[in-house]
T-cell receptor, first 115, second 110 residues
Framework: EADIYQTPRYLVIGTGKKITLECSQT?????MYWYQQDPGMELHLIHY???????EKGDLSSESTVSRIRTEHFPLTLESARPSHTSQYLC????FGTGFNEKLFFGSGTQLSVL | QKEVEQNSGPLSVPEGAIASLNCTYS??????FFWYRQYSGKSPELIMS????GDKEDGRFTAQLNKASQYVSLLIRDSQPSDSATYLC??????????FGPGTRLSVLP
């Protein structure tokens, strides 16, 4: 079983608040990702990182930022939450450089509701 | 724009039957192919990965890959109600990110 943890599991917050979603993994994986998923819809990549001090934007611009100061930690920050940010946020990691065998492991997700 | 397509379903099969899930992809450079299972309200979990043309079996699950036709399928034998979930197809080119399909919702009827 993958050791990747997300907190909080659920978050209800008011418009305009700054929030940080936490993600940590204990597998020593280099690559980490943040995906956004609405109910019944596909996963959209919002940010990813190849390793420490590496961050890249994905296909979906969600007005969020990420940082990667430590290998195991990849937090996602929304500076000013809006109702349109209401969604499930999934963190994932993979061992970069394993070629075809690179597999993606997911955390349990954070369900965010912005009122 | 790389695309992965799946029928959204729901696909309903009786308990004990074979469930067949299909996925097509647009990028001929895709090298790795994955099936994830996602229960409602949960995160995706990896079921199968396949890299070479042909079949790959793991228990009740068989993944089939045809690169020439750009499709990958997942067969679930002896389907159980606990298999009811959304199945996500994902593809990846070497060194690139994973691209996910929208998922097929499977319902196994007791």
């Amino acid at each position: 079983e993958a050791d990747i943890y997300q907190t909080p599991r659920y978050l209800v917050i008011g418009t305009g608040k700054k929030i940080t979603l936490e993600c940590s993994q204990t597998m020593g994986h280099d690559k980490m990702y943040w995906y956004q998923q609405d109910p019944g819809m596909e996963l959209h990549l919002i940010h990813y990182s190849y390793g420490v001090n590496s961050t890249e934007k994905g296909d979906l611009s969600s007005e969020s930022t990420v940082s990667r100061i430590r290998t195991e930690h990849f937090p996602l920050t929304l500076e000013s939450a809006r109702p349109s940010h209401t969604s499930q946020y999934l963190c994932a990691s993979s061992e970069f450089g394993t070629g075809f065998n690179e597999k993606l492991f997911f955390g349990s997700g954070t369900q965010l509701s912005v009122l | 724009q790389k695309e992965v397509e799946q029928n959204s379903g729901p696909l309903s099969v009786p308990e004990g039957a074979i469930a067949s899930l299909n996925c097509t992809y647009s990028d001929r450079g895709s090298q790795s192919f994955f099936w994830y299972r996602q229960y409602s309200g949960k995160s995706p979990e990896l079921i199968m990965s396949i890299y070479s043309n042909g079949d790959k079996e793991d228990g009740r699950f068989t993944a089939q890959l045809n690169k020439a036709s750009q499709y990958v399928s997942l067969l679930i034998r002896d389907s159980q109600p606990s298999d009811s979930a959304t199945y996500l197809c994902a593809v990846r080119d070497y060194g690139q990110n994973f691209v996910f399909g929208p998922g097929t919702r499977l319902s196994v009827l007791p």
